[in-house]
């Protein structure tokens, strides 16, 4: 039998915690026990840490820890202890971290890291491909990159991109992608204020307490960057153009078009051959990104060969993007099997 292979987790949220109990339900049905350790989950103040593989009873005593509360953990907690020092023990990491927009996010050390050693990375964190994703998806590393729930998190318009065209020629990508604003929209078609619509989904969970990444169209321009490059056209997240934002004012219009019986949606359209946009679209019911309803997502692709292709699911929550991560996982570690 071949020796199993050692997985870290980084991020242990509200995804982290999900991403644990699906490899508790799932872990069986995919044998996943004899294939791998998972040598530690780590937080923001330290980790559990066993390098012979945490066991399915700390992996279930860790989901009832408080939030930073994993170094403490009795005989197996690090407080203080960063994921920077463990990556040399691992062959796969999967990082579920926040993504930290800066020119070079602390993240990214980590996944070149991996991947230079020869392990695998499977992510949810948008920032290090937002911002330099040429050398990561190159030839040297991409086949070990797994990346599918940065974008749409649930629905797999990445595998579609990456694999089920492989060989096609593609277009055009134009989405809906980001949830907390088709929800916000969606709310004040109703009838609602900006400021009503934006409390609403802070208190359900779909808008964080700055909700400017989402409707200043930061998040999109992230997602686009990281479409664009998939398709093999790298772009940086500042090259990407954001023409419109989602600001107080916006009631009337979307009043207007709603008399008309159009919409707004806030898109990312990225185009081969130019600079992806980020822009407020008015849509007409025969669009495809017309039943973006809510804080479901929607994507159209254009190829040269058919018709468009659409996608519509979820584009985020812990559960769907989690669900991702562990198809990843189980990509991740078939791609180091085989070698």
Sequence with gaps: ?????????????????EFVRLLLERGDQHGLWDRVNIVFIADSKGVILDENGLGREVLLEALSLPRGGL???QGLGHEGLHVDELLDRIDVLV????????????????????????GAVVTADKAPLAMNCAPLLGPKWGKKLFYKATVMAGTPLIDLLRYGLRG?????????LNGTSNYVLTLIEKGLSLAEAISDAQRRGYAEPDTSIDLHGFDLAAKAAIV???LGSPVGLHEVHVEDRIEP???????????????LRYIADICMGHKPVVRLAELEPSDSLWNTTGVMNAAEVVTEEAEPITLYGPGAGPRATASTLFSDLLLAIEELEGE
């Design 1 to 17: 039998m071949a020796p199993r292979l050692s997985v870290g987790i980084a991020g242990f949220g509200n995804v982290g915690r």
């Design 71 to 73: 170094g403490r953990y």
């Design 95 to 118: 990082d579920i971290t926040p993504s930290i927009y800066v020119e070079e996010p602390p993240q990214l050390k980590w996944l070149r890291r991996v991947l230079e050693g020869g």
């Design 168 to 176: 096609r020629r593609v277009k055009r990508v134009r989405g809906a």
């Design 249 to 263: 004012g916006i009631e009337k219009r979307v009043k207007r078009l709603r008399g008309e019986g159009r919409r």
């Design 228 to 230: 664009s490059c998939t």
